[in-house]
């Protein structure tokens, strides 16, 4: 059974992309004339990926039920859902009969259950959704959605972009060109007002979701194996590595005062991983959408021999200046001198961050 999600900011759009996916083939998308569509509303429960993959796993069991579609709503975590759904499936396959992985388990395994698998991941969003939330063009957005939506578009295998059509041929191109430096492999879908695709994207292979939560973009610029290059010339990336931890008073000031749009370029997304000297036992997770800074705790330690040392972040945006962008992070690191001083003394160094949860980092 292949299983189809559906996440995006607005539970009205979502609706109307499962509503089109049993559109005939030519029309952009995969065709799904015989879908069987489910849909299971979402609710705000931590359990709720395990509940799904339970409740999908009865339904595997009826043979008349070829695929389904989960439109999941706003407050969903996407991300979550979708790996815990994937290793689930993964851990539920069945294993072949004279396959090497059962006959390293020493007897034959006839599998009585069907295969369920994730075929596509859709990400439904809209031309003034990604300008509001990224190019911080209207009102300022609802405190979490520009980072829920911009994880959103960096795992899906799928993007629809509704009401392109309502803005310039200028605006058009810079959408693009952003959605395609998030997410390289995605397939980037139009949705007219007629409920038809055209495709304006093209990933560098086969959007797939064998690689979920592996292809993000700013992963695969760390990497240095990040694809297509940015199809927009006002839209480039830059990637931003130094060993040396960051002093937690210089960069917060630096955040709030010295990567204004008008020296820095517009930062419309970034991404990565920090050291705080302040906080020296444990790697952070930097990510900012638009113009919110969310600086929390991972699960990677500073004597893991697998953890990265000092800074890896990835910006992407509008007319970036990237050496001044680079002056300024370079003043955040700690100099010689404080460097030399030790752990001891960089606890002591006045820290604005908000305090880490450390039994949620992640």
Not at 238 to 254: C, E, K, N
Not at 319 to 328: K, M, Q, W
Request: net charge negative; proline share 6%.
């Amino acid at each position: 059974m292949m299983v189809t999600l559906v996440a995006g900011l607005r539970d009205e759009l979502t609706a109307r992309v499962v509503r089109t996916l049993g559109a005939p083939a030519g029309s952009g998308m995969n065709d799904r004339a015989s879908l069987n569509e489910v849909i299971w509303p979402n609710e705000d429960d931590p359990n709720f990926a395990i509940d799904l993959a339970a409740r999908l796993e009865q339904v595997a069991n009826d043979p008349e039920v070829g695929s389904m579609v989960i439109e999941l709503a706003a407050q969903a975590d996407v991300v979550e859902v979708a790996l815990v759904l994937q290793r689930l499936f993964a851990e539920r396959r069945p294993v072949a009969a004279d396959s090497p992985a059962n006959s390293a388990m020493g007897a034959t395994r006839i599998p009585t259950t069907r295969d369920i698998r994730l075929r596509d991941l859709i990400t439904a969003t809209t031309a003034a959704d990604i300008r509001q939330n990224f190019f911080r063009e209207g009102p300022d957005p609802v405190m979490g959605t520009s980072e829920a939506l911009a994880l959103q578009l960096e795992i899906a295998t799928t993007i629809t972009v509704s009401g392109l059509d309502a803005v310039t041929a200028q605006q058009r191109g810079e959408i693009r060109g952003l959605l395609l430096a998030l997410n390289p492999t995605a397939r980037i879908l139009q949705l007219a007002a007629n409920d038809t695709y055209r495709r304006i994207g093209y990933a560098t292979a086969p959007a797939s979701t064998d690689h979920l939560g592996r292809t993000m973009g700013w992963m695969l610029h760390l990497s240095g194996t990040a694809g297509l290059p940015l199809t927009h010339r006002r839209i480039s990336a830059l990637v931003y590595r130094d060993p040396r931890p960051f002093h937690p008073g210089r960069l917060s000031t630096a955040v709030e005062n010295w990567l204004e749009p008008a020296e820095a370029g517009l930062i419309l997304r970034s991404r990565g991983l920090v050291r705080l000297a302040s906080r020296a036992d444990r790697v952070g997770s930097w990510s900012t959408a638009g113009a919110v800074l969310a600086l929390d705790p991972t699960a990677m330690t500073s004597w893991d021999g697998e953890t990265p040392s000092g800074q890896e972040l990835v910006f992407f945006g509008r007319d970036l200046n990237r050496d001044y962008i680079t002056l300024v992070l370079d003043s955040c690191l700690l100099t010689n001198e404080e460097l030399v001083a030790g752990p001891m003394e960089w606890q002591t160094y006045s820290d604005p961050f908000p305090v880490w949860n450390l039994e949620h980092g992640h």
